[in-house]
Each structure stands twice: as structure tokens, then as C-alpha cells.
């Protein structure tokens, strides 16, 4: 499982975040089939998984949403930004609208083993970014982990 090493500029995704993953794409899509988000010119839904590593606590939130430049959204929207950063992109199947979490190991596993490339952090949190194209494509989605040369 070889990446692609690709430049992302930061960009705005407007959608909802929370705890519970499940309860995250459900809320959204259910908002999202009620209140378009405006400014929305693409088709793909964007994952932004965060863990936030303390000292003795581990948590994780996720947001799920659009990429939207556009400012005056319902209010019931919240804006996350995914980091201007270097990532590693990995292709990886989809099964239920959800990614295959064998595929997502072995893609961090690739990074934990790699000689040139680590995993970065942005103060205490660790960012993983999943495109999907659920309407043309449903069947991949794109991982993007932040990278750095070592």
C-alpha cells in the first residue's frame, strides 16, 4: 500500500462535530437532506477525524461535512478547517458508506514503519482527513495524514 504525497491547502468544511462517529454522519446527512450548505461546488463529503492525546485521557471528535468558503450557513452548521499541510494519501475501499478500518491500519502502519515520512502533530492533536465521493464513487474514499520528512 503505497500513498500518493500530495499538497492541501487549508480549506473550510462546514458540517457537524462531535464524539460518536455514527451519530455524527447521521446527524449531518439528516441536516444536510433539509439545509443544503451553501457554496457547496463539489461532490465529495469530507471526515475530519481529531484525537487529542492528554496526558492520561485520549479523546477523539470527528466532523463531518462539506468544503464550503461560504460564511452564512444554517446555524445548526459548524465550521471545521482541514490544515494546509504535506499528506500521505492512501485509496481505500468503502463498505456502507464507511471505510474499510483494516485498510486505515495497514495505511498507518505504513507510516509507522516508513523511513522517510512520520506522521505529524498539531500540538496535541492528530488530524485524519477522509474524502468521499459518495455519488460517483462510492465504493474508495481518500486518507490524508499529515506528513513531514524525518
Not at 51 to 80: A, C, L, M, P, R
Not at 109 to 118: A, D, E, F, S, T
Amino acid at each position: 500500500m503505497n500513498p500518493n504525497i500530495i499538497q492541501i491547502k487549508e480549506f473550510p468544511v462546514i458540517g457537524i462535530t462531535g464524539n460518536d462517529q455514527n451519530q455524527v454522519w447521521t446527524s449531518f446527512t439528516n441536516l444536510f437532506d433539509t439545509f443544503q450548505v451553501k457554496g457547496q461546488n463539489e461532490p465529495y463529503f469530507y471526515e475530519i477525524e481529531v484525537t487529542i492525546q492528554g496526558k492520561d485521557t485520549k479523546q477523539k471528535i470527528y466532523h463531518v461535512g462539506v468544503k464550503s468558503f461560504n460564511e452564512n450557513q444554517n446555524v445548526y452548521y459548524q465550521k471545521k478547517d482541514v490544515p494546509g499541510f504535506t499528506y500521505a494519501s492512501f485509496i481505500i475501499n468503502v463498505n456502507n458508506n464507511r471505510l474499510n478500518e483494516s485498510e486505515k491500519e495497514e495505511a498507518l502502519n505504513w507510516l509507522k514503519n516508513n523511513h522517510k515520512y512520520k506522521q505529524i502533530q498539531f500540538g496535541e492533536s492528530k488530524y485524519i482527513i477522509t474524502k468521499y465521493d459518495l455519488f460517483n464513487n462510492p465504493h474508495n474514499c481518500e486518507l490524508w495524514i499529515p506528513i513531514m520528512e524525518k
